[in-house]
């Protein structure tokens, strides 16, 4: 069974719900037919149900729940609740309610927040910032995390590093450069999200042009420090760097160059020193291993919700909302 097959059969286990506000993107209703028809999960849609389902001609959404800002018997009362989480900002009641009903991701983020639903889907036709605004607004982060960031899963084909081929790339989509601190809290929900996802322990390698001081360098000071902090806040994760690729990934290499080193030639999960490096890297793996990329993923949100690529299929939506299903889960 691959890692998507896995996933999607623990979301059904999970029954989870799933909101997708993007009603109005054909590429979303196609995702939910087939979500619904496979049982992945429930899923919420938002907008006006003889509108949505004249668009949908051909597909089945009859076991969908379907919310309609305008005619919502729940909307006042999520109002409510919206300015007091937003008074601080002079957010009056009236002001959240035009907000619910003109703006279906606050909507979406607030049937969460109520544990109406378990999770939201959405990017397809907004940007990251529209995605993720509402959910720092209104989920904030989870207990104990620093910051939100993301992560892609990679499944390499024909590889017997990582875990089976399976590794967790962080950050690869969201935080642009990282300082040590932020660069310890990616590792740690890296670690986490990796345990929940691909259910095996993670090791996690901090990835430089450096390993165990080849090199000297302010980038390098960054990595360390980093690891420095991660290990003393989180010492039950194993973790280790600066790391080189392939001191972390190839165990001959990591023999030679890290001998002692507890994570080197063994990491499944590889935290990059910034953006640049973490979008590069999971790109050339996924193009020229044709490696399977699923992501980005965010992490650290108290109630999972995900940004889709706004190029995303159908088919990479009901990915999505399986794993946020997943993400959903609590043990």
């Known amino acids: 069974m691959n890692f998507l097959q896995s996933i999607k059969q623990r979301a059904k286990a999970a029954g989870k719900t799933i909101v997708l506000p993007e009603t109005g993107d054909m590429r979303t209703l196609k995702a939910a037919d087939a979500i619904l028809s496979e049982g992945i999960a429930k899923i919420i849609l938002i907008g006006n149900e003889n509108e949505i389902l004249s668009r949908a001609d051909g597909l089945d959404l009859s076991k969908a729940t379907f919310i309609d800002p305008e005619n919502y018997a729940e909307l006042d009362t999520l109002a409510a609740k919206l300015a007091e989480l937003r008074k601080e900002k002079g957010m009056t009641k009236e002001d959240a309610s035009d907000l619910l009903k003109k703006d279906t991701l606050y909507l979406g983020c607030m049937l969460v927040k109520e544990d109406m639903a378990d999770g939201m889907v959405a990017g397809a036709v907004n940007s990251t910032p529209n995605v993720l605004r509402p959910c720092l607004q209104i989920l904030k982060t989870a207990p104990g995390v620093k910051l939100v960031s993301s992560f892609f899963v990679m499944v390499v084909p024909n590889c017997d590093f990582g875990e089976d081929g399976v590794f967790l790339f962080s950050d690869s989509g969201l935080v642009q450069n990282p300082n040590s601190e932020e660069l310890a809290a990616i590792a740690q929900s890296a670690a986490e999200s990796f345990r929940k996802l691909v259910q095996a322990e993670p090791k996690v390698a901090f990835l430089s042009h450096s390993s165990k001081g080849s090199a000297k360098h302010a980038d390098v000071d960054k990595v360390t420090e980093a690891v420095r902090i991660a290990k003393e806040e989180a010492p039950d994760i194993l973790m280790d760097g600066e790391l080189q690729l392939d001191a972390a990934i190839v ?39 044709k490696a399977e990329a699923y992501g980005p993923i965010t992490q650290g949100i108290a109630k999972p919700v995900n940004d889709l690529s706004r190029g995303c299929t159908a088919e990479d939506i009901v990915g999505v909302v399986a794993i946020t299903a997943v993400q959903a889960i609590t043990e």
């Open 251 to 289: 165990p001959e290499i990591g023999k030679q160059k890290a001998p002692d080193s507890p994570v080197a030639g063994k990491a499944n999960v590889l935290v990059f020193p910034d953006l640049d490096s973490g979008n590069i890297g999971y790109k050339l793996v996924e193009r020229l291993a």
